[in-house]
């Protein structure tokens, strides 16, 4: 689990509910359903609406991985491309085959098959590299659906502190119908602002990132089949590849 995620969620209703109490404030105050279904249904409706259904599956699929999968380690994609070049070293590239048979990600399964079926390194490199990009740009995808939350929740917010004012205008006879719609007006507000920036565009930002660090995972890959199709050294690949820990930490 990401637990620096799933903390930062929590610090920030903390943040909210304790301000609203050393305000003299009450949690029930804040606590309106309306109020919450209009911001949250049309928010997502509103991305929904502009993004194809493959890349919205692939985003609600992706929101969970932001709390519950922790991000790879840097030294296990190290590990495992240099045991690929001592496996070479030791059986040749036919030894390979049964580390491809249990390969579970993908992308590695394809530069295992691509070096034991003798491709020209410039050739793997070619197709390891549009083949990440291609990955990338499909993860940049699924952030760019919480952006748009993040862009849409406070005007959906907005729409429901109006609906709030409608009631209140259209009850101002019937002072017991006033407090209803005064507060649909403002927590809305308060709940399309706070979905906006505690939650979708940090997790956007979160998604960008881990896009970013497993595309730098897989040219460390890229770079390490590379190097074993060439013969290098068990030494001199792992030279190569822990140049990237000054990048990715």
Not at 51 to 57: A, E, H, I
Request: hydrophobic share 50%.
């Amino acid at each position: 689990m990401d637990f620096l995620s799933i903390l930062g969620i929590i610090l920030a209703f903390v943040a909210i509910l304790g301000g609203n109490l050393l305000e003299g404030g009450t949690v029930a105050a804040l606590a309106n359903f309306p109020a919450a279904f209009v911001v949250i249904g049309g928010t997502v409706a509103a991305a929904a609406v502009q993004t194809p259904w493959q890349v919205f599956s692939l985003a609600l699929k992706r929101f969970s991985s932001v709390f519950l999968s922790h991000v790879t380690p840097i030294n296990a994609i190290q590990e495992k491309v240099l045991n690929w070049a001592q496996v070479t070293r030791r059986d040749g590239l036919l030894g390979l085959e049964d580390l491809s048979d249990g390969e579970k990600d993908g992308f590695a399964k394809m530069a295992l098959e691509l070096l034991i079926d003798g491709v020209d390194a410039h050739q793997i490199r070619n197709q390891l590299e549009f083949e990440s990009y291609l990955i990338e740009q499909r993860e940049n995808d699924a952030a760019k659906v919480f952006e748009a939350m993040g862009g849409y929740a406070p005007t959906i917010g907005i729409i429901g502190a109006v609906m709030g004012l409608i009631q209140v205008m259209g009850n101002l006879q019937d002072p017991s119908m006033l407090g209803d719609g005064i507060a649909l007006a403002f927590v809305a507000t308060i709940y399309g602002v706070a979905l906006a920036n505690l939650l979708m565009l940090p997790v956007a930002s979160k998604l960008r990132y881990r896009a970013r660090r497993e595309g730098l995972f897989r040219q460390m890959i890229v770079d390490g089949t590379c190097a074993i199709h060439d013969g290098d050294s068990v030494r001199m690949i792992a030279a190569k590849l822990g140049t990237y820990n000054r990048v990715a930490g």
